[in-house]
């Protein structure tokens, strides 16, 4: 089959997701657990894209996870109450590309990567560490099925990475490099919801050079221990306006690394505490952390809070990378983008138009890794380099 299959459909990702995806004349299947809210969004996304005539004339063709049926009509959805649920459709129906946001990516992109195989591409918006090293470590059997997988399909990795190709081009392995992710995009209210809070509570299990509640960055070439919110860096970015950025165990690591092959990478966003205080207390938080029941009782209370909306703190979102190279030479970067929350829409559906076109290759890949720096300019991106 050719359909397109956007997991979490109705979410905030899901939702901005499935509208890019119809801006470049592609019907995404909307699945979710609520059939409900899968047809009113299915519905507002007839209206939207290059033809707005596109699916008039039938409804929505509703497809619950275990059955067959499929009605014929216009956008496409697919109920199913878990991830079980969601692999078995997939394994059912076969669709090209299946498109997962459903967090934590940790507990989500295997078993639905495995109903991918062998038969369907796969893509999420994974950026923890744990989550972007699993999927990066299949490679050689996605490459022996012929499918391509793409992990990291937002605005960290996919910003930061994009930079460091970009002034990696022609030049030899560099020795050392530091990318900083400085998103902006405004907040909705509402709960955080367990997914993601089980993102942020449960570390980065299983990857190895330190704790699960250690930061990590790469010495020698290998991942090494590293505070958390350490090495702080106050920024003046293109625009004039200044942040701080700090050292965070992200994917933009791991991605980094990978696309420059220097033996030393550090990765810091804005979003990391930063300030002594912060600094003196993560040893504290984390050693609580590492007790389980504490863990699974600060993931449910997290879950339940409530969050406010927020505006945009700047106009743009940027990535930024500092590479050295071994002959001292040193170049800095910076790639300007709009709201963050809109390009981890916009970067999704160019790659899946790409995968649909056939300009894929087969294995486990970041975006810019599989794409080169130009996927960035495609998304709207906008290189400022020194």
Known sequence: MTEVWVLGGTGRSGRAIATALRQRGIDP???GRDAERLKALAGDLRTVGPDPAAGEGGGQRTVKAGSGANNAGGLRIVVAGSVAETADAIRRDRPAVVVNTICPFLETAEPILAACLPSSHYLDLANDLAAVGALLGRDAELAAAGRTAVTGAGFGVTATESVVVKLCEGRPTPRRVRVDM???????AGLVGDALAGTIVEGIPGVPGGGRFQGRRYRDGRLAPAPLGGDPM???LPDGSAVTTAGMPLGELMAAQRASGAADVLAASSEAPSSPAARALFPVATALL???PLRAFARRRLAMVRTKPHPKPREHSWGHAVVDWPDGTSREGWLRVGDAQTWTATVPA??????LAGEGTPGAWTPAALFG???AEACGGEYRLG
């Open 29 to 31: 299947v909307l699945v």
């Open 182 to 188: 400085i998103p902006s995009l405004a907040s909705e």
């Open 234 to 236: 106050r920024l003046v």
């Open 290 to 292: 590492n007790i389980g």
């Open 350 to 355: 160019e790659v899946v138009r790409r995968l």
């Open 373 to 375: 720096a130009t996927l």
